[in-house]
């Protein structure tokens, strides 16, 4: 089972948070037989983190875990807080394949997104 994880910051603001799990939800039910599950975990602040889960998806199924860090620039929470907890993830779970993406503001198609969203 192959499982898709989105790695948000999280926030005191329920909203911001219902957002990123309502944006999981609706990756899952686009997504085909490329993903079997979809799900959200957050950095700080909000639940579940990151080792949370990671940890359900291997409850639910998975041997494989993509992992999408869901921040536009790669500021230290990219660059050290993130590896640092998926890191201890694939010590602890040598069983499950973990491969964590670049995050989503380095997309090379991020710049035809701003504008495509931004021309009217």
Do not use: W
């Not at 799900?39 to 940890?55: K, M, N, Q, V």
């Amino acid at each position: 089972m192959h499982a898709l994880l989105l790695i948000a910051h999280g926030s005191r603001r329920t909203a911001s948070n219902q957002e990123v799990q309502d944006l999981a939800r609706k990756i899952e039910a686009i997504a085909g037989s490329q993903f079997d599950s979809v799900s959200s975990a957050f950095l700080e602040i909000a639940e579940p983190d990151i080792p949370t889960g990671i940890r359900r998806c291997i409850e639910a199924g998975a041997t494989a875990i993509t992992i999408v860090p869901y921040f536009l620039s790669a500021g230290r929470h990219v660059a050290e807080d993130i590896p640092r907890e998926i890191n201890k993830a694939v010590s602890e779970h040598a069983d499950v394949k973990i491969n964590c993406l670049p995050h989503i503001g380095a997309n090379p198609s991020m710049p035809d997104f701003l504008i495509s969203g931004v021309s009217g």
